[in-house]
């Protein structure tokens, strides 16, 4: 689900799926970890989680060489 923030830009309000999705299918226990597989850092990982941040294009991109998942399956799962 998407939500304008207070930017006024449209922010995701669910990207948690996507972390959930990938910590279960790898059998990641925190998100800690699972910044590390993707190469990033725990905060991203927790503001994205939030909704204070949008997951990024970078991230996207990590999401994808680590996993192989299509990057269509991404973007739709970090909806």
Known sequence: MRKKGTDGRWTVETPHK???YL???YGIKS???L?????????LISR???GAVRITAKLV???HKQTKLPIEKIEEMAR
């Open 18 to 20: 996507l972390f959930d």
């Open 23 to 25: 910590r279960e299918m």
């Open 31 to 33: 998100d800690s970890e």
């Open 35 to 43: 910044a590390r597989v993707l190469n990033s850092h725990s905060p």
């Open 48 to 50: 994205i989680r939030s």
């Open 61 to 63: 991109l990590e999401i």
